[in-house]
């Protein structure tokens, strides 16, 4: 039946309220209400144009499987879910809330009794869940759990699907839930929005996956969000459905997905169209287009090349192609860091912008200090856009209207931020999403509205970068997230140049075995870890394959020296004038924040502070941000190269960052790793100075006098000591005057020897190597023990209802640094902004901003100067965040600077604040602390 057929309704059911503006402090006999049947057409009728305008078809096809591929039937199912998600609230205890329409209500027959103590017991959402659930079993003749896989989108719809439990008990809270005439006005609702639907609909059992299952909870969600905005559908009982939706869709100007068009899949063209890069692709950029291309049926492509080969672009050339083959609506790119993920972004942006022309593409920036990069700000404030306000329980809050006309892009605007977009549970629905690693894991982490997440990520392509990077608690949440993303059929592409096989063969089998549940599939297992290929693209084509395409590299090839030193600075120092004679640039990597900056002052009163760089990650945000720019400034492609120049970095050099050094020297690490270091040596071609022309690596950070060598306390604290110490291993036959480590050849076999079972060293080395693997091993079966609390489980084969679904979960997920600690292992530092004060009382740290930023501390700070505050956040050392510590520093802080008034900015409530005097000094915790724009946040030595 036509969606804006109206059917009549009893006056009770006419009684009933669905919205209100009522305040319990108004004096007025009756508020401003929305009926309950207004709401829920309006709700049907927004999920009926998100269906037709802006679900990409990689989400439709996969609600259409429960309907045997029937679109049009699935996009019945959807508007009807949306059309009856608020039936629970025509009942008392929904009622009661509002009590000058409650009063009504009972004159209509509905007695509101009240008060209803235990009124938490019964949310609207679960209340609708059981009048559903009876419904389709009185009309339809449904057994409860075949009803409960459609009652569960109706009952999750505010972000937490119910228990079991709740729904065995619900159906007997009989003064909240009501009965007799509350029961007739349920059903009569239920009736009337069964108008959606055709005959024959529901004459047979649907059986949605739990995949389906998410995603139409996800869309009802969204439908009910845009249906809650006053401003968009008002409070008036005049205009028809349709008028009121059309006049909001027009306000809102909800963007279409993107269409993948490439029109040719010559790789050579496409390379030199979307990146400028002139002649031959890489072999890496020619095998994945291929791949993609020609697999029968694409899911995971797992890409191994050398570092600086080219990977990015591969990534997303195959993006293109497998959005176009699968109806893929965005594309969604993970990095491991804040920092490279800002990197990406403008790379991300200029590749958008060389698509060919459509729409405006929606993007997103997903970390928790996306506010702070210009260039995403600058896209914000190009966009002209309308602010839309989430329904909460209980009635809705007007949205913000910034412009009259909505959203308006400039028309030369290819690239745009839909404010609607944005935020921590929207703003991943945008079709380009550039962010952290933990915004995918988060699919994996039981929490609220996490179907918006899996709707996010179902929606698009999905790309991960350093996949390597990530520890056993990490790989866990990763692991589960390739899962679900294999069971909603999304392609994957996944990158590394250090990647041990076991790994890349234990994600292959989490995709698989997603992509099975749905089916009912018997699990596959995991493959064997093979022949060692590399370059290497291994990729999924449907249920049964998987396909492993070995590639040549691209023809650069370099030999490195490997040799080791002593770890003492004054030799260290001694080494580097010797290798600088005649100039050059060196990196110096340290494995922690104390390392770096020991060696950065050392080295700052040997050579001069103009001669020297210090990077990592106690910096603040702005400082880093700068750090992160210089860098690429003077040591990328086309950099401004001083003749002679020193940088003492952490592992933030080793991610994602193209920069360039002629000569390296590396605490000893895990050898994934050192070869990612590795890939910052003569990385690209130019000239170089005579003492440094042929690539050398100098590792340190070992006592070499033991027997095995240890590495340094510090090293052992951050990795673990059998990886440190196989890596040496692998190492051994390459170090000083031995072979060269040849890259990339030797990239493969060293990695996957490193990481395997045989036994690697020397005799003697062994009885160290086992009691290493003993701790190795206990301490991952503990990472993932941990990471189980709260990871969500497996899809279940037999497509049971979604209830339990996030069953003690963490609650709300969080982009800032608590919501990396839910999916990082170890505790985090804790976060601070940083301010000075001077004789006039609190400013921003002068270095900051070119004139001077006092800080007022009686008024709400908005706008660009709680901006500049917020970039000025940074982690406090980890001794000050330590069990039995932590507190302390805590109360030292608030005593020092808590400001009531900063608290109404959504940028700084909640955040600590450290106070500097003039000279960047300040004691916490009995702990003296130091800040320099040169070496970042120290910790003073007694």
Request: proline share 6%; charged share 25%; with cysteine.
């Amino acid at each position: 039946m036509d969606d804006d057929v109206q059917v009549p309704l009893s006056a009770a059911a006419q009684s009933v309220w669905a919205k209100t503006l009522y305040d319990r402090d108004d004096q007025r006999d009756m508020p401003e209400w929305m009926p309950l049947w207004r709401h829920l057409d309006d709700t049907a009728a927004v999920a009926g144009r998100l269906w037709d305008e802006w679900l990409p078809a990689s989400v439709r096809r996969v609600i259409a499987a429960a309907v045997d591929g029937d679109e049009a039937r699935a996009r019945r199912l959807a508007v009807w879910l949306a059309g009856v998600h608020d039936v629970g609230k025509a009942t008392p205890v929904f009622a009661f809330q509002c009590q000058p329409l409650a009063a009504e209500m009972t004159r209509a027959g509905l007695p509101v009794k009240g008060p209803y103590a235990n009124r938490r017991e019964l949310r609207h959402e679960l209340a609708g869940h059981v009048c559903l659930v009876r419904w389709l079993d009185a009309r339809h003749g449904w057994a409860d759990v075949d009803a409960h896989r459609l009652a569960v989108v109706v009952g999750g719809h505010h972000g937490v699907a119910p228990t079991f439990q709740q729904v065995l008990d619900a159906p007997f809270r009989t003064p909240l839930i009501g009965a007799g005439r509350w029961t007739e006005v349920q059903d009569e609702y239920l009736d009337r929005q069964a108008r959606f639907l055709q005959d024959g609909d529901l004459a047979r059992v649907v059986l949605p996956s739990q995949p389906a299952q998410v995603l139409l909870t996800a869309v009802v969600i969204v439908a009910d969000w845009i249906a809650s905005n006053a401003d968009l559908f008002p409070y008036t009982r005049t205009e028809n459905t349709q008028a009121r939706l059309n006049r909001a869709w027009r306000d809102l100007n909800f963007p279409s997905p993107w269409r993948s068009e490439l029109g040719g899949t010559d790789v050579d063209e496409l390379v030199d169209r979307r990146f400028g890069f002139s002649g031959a692709a890489r072999p890496v950029q020619a095998r994945a287009v291929e791949a993609a291309a020609s697999l029968d049926e694409p899911g995971l492509m797992v890409i191994e090349a050398p570092m600086g080969e080219g990977k990015t672009e591969a990534a997303l050339l195959a993006a293109e192609i497998l959005a176009e083959r699968t109806g893929a609506g965005g594309c969604f790119i993970a990095l491991p860091t804040q920092a490279t993920t800002d990197a990406m972004f403008g790379r991300v942006r200029d590749w958008m912008d060389a698509l060919p022309a459509g729409e405006a593409r929606t993007v997103f920036l997903a970390h928790g200090k996306a506010s702070l990069n210009d260039e995403y700000q600058g896209l914000m404030r190009e966009a002209r856009v309308v602010a839309i306000a989430p329904d909460d329980e209980g009635g809705a809050r007007p949205g913000r209207r910034t412009e009259a006309a909505g959203f308006a892009p400039r028309l030369a605007l290819t690239t745009v931020v839909h404010e609607w977009l944005q935020g921590r549970k929207k703003g991943v629905l945008a079709s380009f999403v550039i962010g952290t690693v933990d915004q995918a894991l988060f699919a994996a982490l039981k929490s609220r509205h996490l179907m918006l997440r899996h709707l996010a990520l179902a929606s698009k392509v999905v790309v991960i970068d350093e996949v390597h990077a990530y520890d056993a608690y990490m790989s866990s949440y990763l692991d589960r997230a390739l899962h679900w993303l294999g069971a909603y059929g999304v392609p994957v592409v996944l990158l590394s140049a250090t990647l041990p096989a076991r790994r890349r063969e234990e994600m292959v089998t989490a995709y698989r075995e997603g992509k099975a549940a749905p089916a009912g599939r018997k699990q596959p297992r995991q493959a064997a870890v093979g022949a060692v290929d590399y370059p290497l693209l291994t990729a999924t084509s449907g249920l049964d394959e998987v396909v492993r395409l070995p590639m040549p590299a691209s023809g650069r090839r370099s030999e490195v020296r490997l040799e080791r030193l002593d770890d003492d600075l004054d030799t260290l120092a001694a080494m580097l004038e010797e290798a600088l004679t005649e100039g050059g640039c060196a990196l110096v990597v340290r494995n922690t924040v104390t390392r770096v900056q020991e060696t950065g002052r050392f080295f700052a009163e040997r050579f001069g502070e103009a001669a020297v760089t210090v990077t990592h990650a106690r910096f603040l945000a702005v400082d880093r941000a700068a750090n992160d720019a210089d860098l690429l400034r003077r040591f990328g492609r086309e950099g401004e190269r001083p003749r002679k120049h020193i940088v003492v970095g952490s592992q933030v050099v080793e991610q994602s960052l193209d920069v360039d050094f002629d000569l390296l020297v590396t605490d000893l690490a895990p050898v994934d790793l050192l070869l990612q270091r590795m890939g910052r040596l003569h990385r690209h071609e130019r000239s170089r100075p005579a003492g440094v022309r042929q690539p050398r690596c100098v590792l340190t950070g070992v006592d070499w006098s033991t027997t095995p060598p240890l590495p340094v306390r510090g090293s052992r604290l951050v990795y673990e000591e059998e990886a440190l110490l196989r890596g040496l291993a692998v190492l051994r036959p390459h170090l000083d005057d031995e072979a060269p480590v040849v890259l990339p050849d030797g990239i493969a076999p060293l990695v996957q020897v490193a990481y395997g079972d045989g036994a690697v060293g020397p005799a003697d080395w062994q009885p160290a190597l086992a009691e290493a693997h003993v701790v190795a091993v206990q301490h991952a079966d503990e990472a993932r023990h941990r990471a189980a609390t709260f990871r969500l489980g497996t899809v279940d084969r037999s497509s049971g209802p979604l209830l339990d679904w996030v069953q003690a979960g963490i609650g709300e997920a969080d982009d800032g640094p608590g919501g990396e600690a839910q999916v990082r292992d170890g505790a985090m530092s804790l976060e601070v902004l940083v301010v000075v004060r001077d004789v006039d009382g609190l400013v921003v740290p002068p270095w900051v901003t070119k004139e001077r930023e006092l800080l007022d501390t009686n008024l709400e700070i908005r706008g660009r100067q709680a901006r500049l505050m917020a970039s000025c956040a940074l982690r406090l050392p980890p001794s000050l965040s330590a069990p039995g510590v932590i507190d302390a520093t805590i109360t030292d802080l608030e005593s020092q600077c808590w400001v009531a008034a900063w608290q109404c900015s959504p940028l700084l409530a909640g955040q600590l604040v450290l106070v500097l005097d003039t000279d960047g000094r300040a004691r916490v915790a009995g702990r003296d602390l130091h800040y320099t724009r040169e070496h970042g946040l120290e910790l003073q030595r007694p």
